[in-house]
Nanobody
């Protein structure tokens, strides 16, 4: 069954950086828009960034704009999320998932991975 696999999470101090990777199994990522989502403790899962297929337009939610950068490497069938200047409120489990278009609702995304934990703390 097609699914995505996230990696790269960890513990980092405020102001630090992490680079998350989203690797594909059973699907070709450049056929899809790929979104990154976050579920923080006590909160619902929320979208934070997305990269469209084809034109590769990128989108960022206000909470991460200017700090996070999404990119894709079609040769490696992977999507990345570079996270800089991390804050405590960035703590959570990060997921990637695929959809036809970035503007599709969260319910339209599929091939969810298990997530990778990011903890931002002193």
């Amino acid at each position: 069954q097609a699914h995505l696999e996230e990696s790269g999470g960890g513990l980092v101090h405020p102001g630090g950086s992490l680079r998350l990777s989203c690797a594909a199994n059973g699907i070709t990522l450049d056929d899809y828009a790929v979104g990154w989502f976050r579920q923080s403790p006590g909160k619902e899962r929320e979208g934070i960034s997305c990269i469209d297929r084809a034109d590769a337009n990128t989108y960022y939610w206000d909470s991460v704009k200017g700090r996070f950068t999404i990119s894709r490497d079609n040769a490696k069938n992977a999507v990345y999320l570079q996270m800089n200047n991390l804050k405590s409120e960035d703590t959570g489990v990060y997921y990637c998932a695929a959809a036809a278009y970035c503007h599709d609702g969260m319910g339209s995304y599929g091939a969810w991975g298990q997530g990778t934990q990011v903890t931002v703390s002193l």
